[in-house]
C-alpha cells in the first residue's frame, strides 16, 4: 500500500534529477516555487551523466551542461555533483545521499508523466521501501494508480510552463523559436550549442 509522507522531523531536501539537455524555464520554474515551500529546506539540481531512459540521446557533455546550470542557479537553489562517479540509477544516488547525509529527509522529484514508467526503474522494490517521491503534476498525466505502484509520495500542485528540452533541441534545429523556453542568460549559448553542425 502507498504511504503518504507526513511531516517529517529531518530537514526535507528536494532532488531534481535529470539530464537538463539543457535545463529550462520549466525546470526553473519549478525550482523556485519548491524553494519557497514551507515543506522544504532545500533544493538540488542534480544532473546525471546517463539518462538510462534516454540513451545515446544526450547532446551536451556533462561539463557543458552543468555550465548552464550554474548560470541559471536562483537564490536558495543549489547544483549538487554525484560525487560517486555514478550510474545514473535513482536507487543508487539516493542510497548514497542518504549514507552521507543521515541528518536529512531526502524527496526525489518526478513528473506524473514518469509515474507510468516508475515500476520499471532500476531496483524499484528498494525505491518503494525507502524514497519519497514529490510528485508534480503534468497536464494530460494525471496522478493515479499511486495504490498499485506501493510507493511513499508527496503530491505539490506545481504547474511548471509546458516545455521541454527535446522541444528546445527540436525548435533550434528546424530554425524556430525558442523564446521564453529558457533563461535570457544562457539563451544565446543554447542557440550556439545546439544549432545544427555546432562543433560543441
Known amino acids: 500500500m502507498p504511504n503518504i509522507d507526513p511531516a517529517c522531523p529531518k530537514r526535507r531536501t528536494a ?3 535529470g539530464s537538463f539537455d539543457p535545463i529550462h524555464n520549466g525546470h526553473l520554474y519549478l525550482a523556485e516555487k519548491l524553494s519557497q515551500d514551507p515543506d522544504i529546506e532545500r533544493v ?12 545515446d540521446k544526450i ?26 562517479g555514478g550510474s545514473g540509477y535513482t536507487a543508487d544516488l539516493m542510497r548514497r545521499l542518504q549514507a552521507k547525509y543521515p541528518d536529512r529527509h531526502f524527496a526525489f522529484v518526478i513528473g506524473s508523466d514518469n509515474l ?12 518503494q521501501a ?3 517521491f514529490l510528485i ?22 506545481i504547474r511548471p510552463p509546458e516545455v521541454s528540452s527535446s522541444t528546445i533541441r527540436r525548435n533550434i534545429a528546424q530554425g524556430l523559436s525558442i523564446e521564453g523556453m529558457v533563461s ?3 539563451k544565446s549559448q543554447v542557440l550556439e550549442l545546439y544549432r545544427p553542425g555546432s562543433p560543441r
Do not use: C, M
Not at 47 to 55: D, E, L, R, T
Not at 60 to 84: K, T, Y
Not at 116 to 127: A, I, K, S, T
Open 116 to 127: 507510468r514508467h516508475l515500476h520499471l526503474w532500476y531496483d524499484f522494490e528498494w525505491l
Open 59 to 84: 547532446v551536451l557533455s556533462f561539463e557543458q551542461r552543468l555550465r548552464l546550470i550554474r548560470e541559471v542557479l536562483q537564490p536558495g537553489v543549489e547544483v549538487w555533483l554525484d560525487d560517486a
Open 15 to 17: 532532488i531534481i534529477g
Open 184 to 186: 535570457e542568460r544562457i
Open 44 to 55: 538540488a539540481f542534480l544532473p546525471v551523466g546517463n539518462h538510462h531512459f534516454k540513451k
Open 130 to 132: 525507502n524514497v519519497t
Open 136 to 157: 508534480v503534476p503534468r497536464v494530460g498525466y494525471e496522478v493515479q494508480e499511486l495504490d498499485e505502484l506501493g510507493i511513499n509520495y508527496l503530491i505539490k500542485d
